[in-house]
């Protein structure tokens, strides 16, 4: 594991925060949890049928008699979350449909970490986006001043560490929705250490070409200025001029990036998409994420071809967020 997610993992320890985990009779979900519980770092609540997820811990041959498990069905508290649910809804719901929706994995977990009995949720191993972003967006909901969410990735190799942002919610940002993700990339880069040097991408560098997706990614620049003057931010910028110091000179010479950009902000969920894929693929970059940005409390999607490690450590991420915030 990299020294980053090791000093992650450390400072998370020292809190334990509880992280709701809705797939609670997937594999790869239940080794993650037993690690991240026997390693002390974080209290998991699995959701799901006591018998079913105890089954599927037994196929896999996995001890979870010190996990924690909420089954909708018979929780305790389950009258209290339906009439907070109701209340978040504000008459878009009746109890008797709040009822039978927190019996989804999804929302039942969300609304615990609304109600403030876990510090975050990790779902999507089984399920798709959707899946974990409604509820999210319906329950917790965005920050104050946050329109919309976007999701971002930690792109790591060794100790090379960048954010790559939105790769993963909005198909077709206008420029508006491009600065409110950089203006949240970087919060999520500071989450990691890293001081953040935002890259407005395009392919074109400071006007070297014109056209309509050009001229929004400047007009988003100057709205991420405008909107956080403290912000190291610039654009629009080719990925070459944004990274590369020689490249730099000779394109954006006056820019305060210097081809030293760590915060990647793409022009689209295409670009975006396609770009972390070939850093990952091509690069030897392993991507952590997406993690979803701007909303009240972490919640995070893992991809459904995520791995076992690719949990432990987007726990490690959406526990770290909590205690960021």
């Known amino acids: 594991m990299s020294d980053m997610f090791t000093a992650i993992a450390e400072k998370v320890k020292a809190a334990k925060p509880a992280i709701v985990f809705p797939e609670g009779t997937d594999e790869r979900i239940l080794e993650a949890t037993v690690r991240l519980k026997q390693e002390g770092i974080l209290e998991p609540l699995l959701i799901g049928a006591a018998d079913k997820v105890e089954a599927k811990a037994k196929e896999a041959g996995l001890d979870i008699s010190d996990l924690t498990i909420y089954d909708p069905a018979t929780y305790e508290g389950f009258d209290g979350l339906v009439d907070a649910f109701v209340e978040r809804r504000k008459g878009k719901n009746t109890k008797e449909e709040a009822e039978e929706i927190l019996k989804t994995p999804n929302y ?132 070459d001029a944004a990274f590369v110091p020689s490249v730099a000179k000779k394109k954006a010479p006056e820019s305060p990036l210097n081809g030293e950009a760590n915060t990647f902000i793409f022009p689209s969920l295409e670009s975006g998409n396609i770009g972390y894929k070939i850093a990952q693929r091509l690069g030897g970059f392993e991507a952590i994420g997406p993690i979803l940005q701007g909303l009240n409390k972490p919640v995070n999607d893992l991809s459904r071809g995520c791995n076992v490690e690719d949990v432990y450590k987007l726990s490690l991420i959406t526990a770290m967020q909590g205690l960021a915030d």
């Open 108 to 239: 039942f977990g969300t609304m615990l970490v609304y109600t403030g009995l876990a510090g975050g949720l990790v779902s999507g191993a089984a399920h798709a986006t959707g899946d974990t972003v409604r509820p999210a967006l319906q329950i917790i909901k965005t920050k104050e001043g946050v329109k919309k969410t976007s999701g971002a990735f930690v792109m790591v190799r060794g100790d090379e560490r960048f954010i790559f942002g939105d790769c993963a919610i909005n198909i077709a940002p206008d420029a508006n929705d491009m600065a409110e993700t950089a203006i949240e990339a970087a919060k999520t880069a500071r989450v990691f250490d890293i001081d953040p040097k935002v890259a407005m991408l395009s392919f074109s560098t400071k006007g070297s070409a014109v056209s309509p997706e050009t001229e929004k990614v400047v007009e988003a620049t100057a709205i991420a200025k405008e909107k956080d003057p403290q912000l190291t931010v610039d654009g629009e910028f080719q990925f």
